[in-house]
C-alpha cells in the first residue's frame, strides 16, 4: 500500500468512526432524533448536492479499497547473479556477494570502516569498496591486499567472477588514544 492509499484509508476510516458514533448514538438516545431529523430529510429530498458528492466519493473510495484487496503483490525480484549448473538455477543475491566482501575486507589489518557495493555490468560484476583506513599501513599495499583477498574470497565462497574490485580510501582515521597535545604558557 503506498503513501496516498494509506492517507486516503485514514481520512476514510475517520469518517466511518464519526459516522458509527453518530448512528451509535441516534440509536441507543444518547443523541436526540430532533438533531438528527433536518439533515436526513434533507438527504432524502436530494436539495443538497453536498450530500450527493460526499456519498459518490465514499462509493470510489470503497470501491478502490475493495478491488485492490484482490491485486496480488508481485513477489520481489531481488536483484543477484544467475548462474545455470547441471542440477537448475543457482541465484546469489547482491547482499550475500556484499556480505562475504565485507568480511573478507574487515579481515585485512589497517581497515576501519567500510562500505561496499556489488554491480552487475556487461563488461563483469564489480566491487566496489569505500574503505576508512588506520592510517599506520602503508596505502598501495593495504589497497592491493584489499583487491586480492576480496576477489579471492568472493571467487571461492560464491563461485561468481568478479572482474573488478575497486578501492576508495575515503579517510585515514586518527588512532584510538589520539590525545590532544595544550599549549603550556
Do not use: H, W
Not at 500500500?1 to 492517507?7: S, Y
Not at 465514499?58 to 547441471?86: A, H
Request: with cysteine.
Amino acid at each position: 500500500m503506498n503513501l496516498f492509499d494509506r492517507f486516503i484509508l485514514t481520512i476514510y476510516s475517520f469518517a466511518l468512526i464519526v459516522l458509527s458514533c453518530m448512528a451509535i448514538g441516534v440509536t441507543s438516545g444518547l443523541i436526540p432524533a430532533d438533531y438528527v431529523r433536518p439533515y436526513i430529510e434533507q438527504i432524502f429530498a436530494g436539495t443538497q448536492p453536498a450530500y450527493l458528492i460526499t456519498a459518490i466519493i465514499f462509493l470510489i473510495v470503497s470501491l478502490r479499497f475493495f478491488f485492490s484487496s484482490f491485486r496480488r503483490q508481485k513477489p520481489k525480484n531481488e536483484k543477484g547473479i544467475r548462474q545455470r549448473s547441471d542440477l537448475g538455477e543457482v541465484n546469489i543475491t547482491l547482499q550475500t556477494i556484499q556480505t562475504i566482501a565485507e568480511r573478507a575486507a574487515r579481515r585485512i589489518k589497517g581497515v576501519r570502516d567500510l562500505k561496499t557495493a556489488v554491480k552487475v555490468l556487461e563488461s563483469g560484476n564489480t566491487i566496489t569498496l569505500r574503505v576508512s583506513v588506520d592510517g599506520e599501513t602503508p596505502l598501495p599495499d593495504l589497497t592491493q591486499r584489499l583487491q586480492y583477498d576480496v576477489k579471492e574470497q568472493v571467487e571461492s565462497i560464491a563461485g561468481v567472477a568478479i572482474a573488478e574490485v575497486i578501492v576508495i580510501v575515503t579517510e585515514v582515521a586518527q588512532a584510538d588514544n589520539y590525545t590532544v597535545r595544550r599549549r603550556v604558557e
